[in-house]
């Protein structure tokens, strides 16, 4: 992805590789989009079997323990890249 975006103007991601392509964003220094093609982020309305109030904490869970796993990965490509933490 880095070589393919080098003189890129725009990166179009989505949300499945969103930090990735974030990085390789940072590192050519052009904007990036992420395509959300389905409602994923911390809302109190997704889970309709939890009331909002436990619904959105939930969400919120599941997207830490998502970004938690990706860490170390994500943590050595921005190594590779230059790029601080």
């Known amino acids: 992805l880095t070589s393919l975006a080098k003189d890129a103007d725009l990166l179009v991601?989505?949300?499945n590789?969103?930090?990735t392509?974030?990085?390789?964003a940072e590192f050519h220094a052009i904007p990036l989009a992420t395509v959300h093609w389905f409602p994923l982020r911390a809302?109190?309305?997704l889970v309709s079997?939890?009331?909002p109030?436990?619904?959105r904490p939930a969400m919120t869970l599941v997207e830490w323990l998502s970004w938690r796993g990706a860490k170390e990965a994500e943590d050595a490509q921005r190594r590779?890249?230059?790029l601080g933490k």
């Open 13 to 15: 991601t989505g949300m």
């Open 53 to 55: 109030v436990l619904g």
């Open 21 to 24: 392509a974030a990085n390789v």
């Open 17 to 19: 590789f969103e930090e």
């Open 49 to 51: 079997i939890l009331p």
């Open 43 to 45: 809302t109190g309305r």
């Open 80 to 82: 590779e890249l230059g």
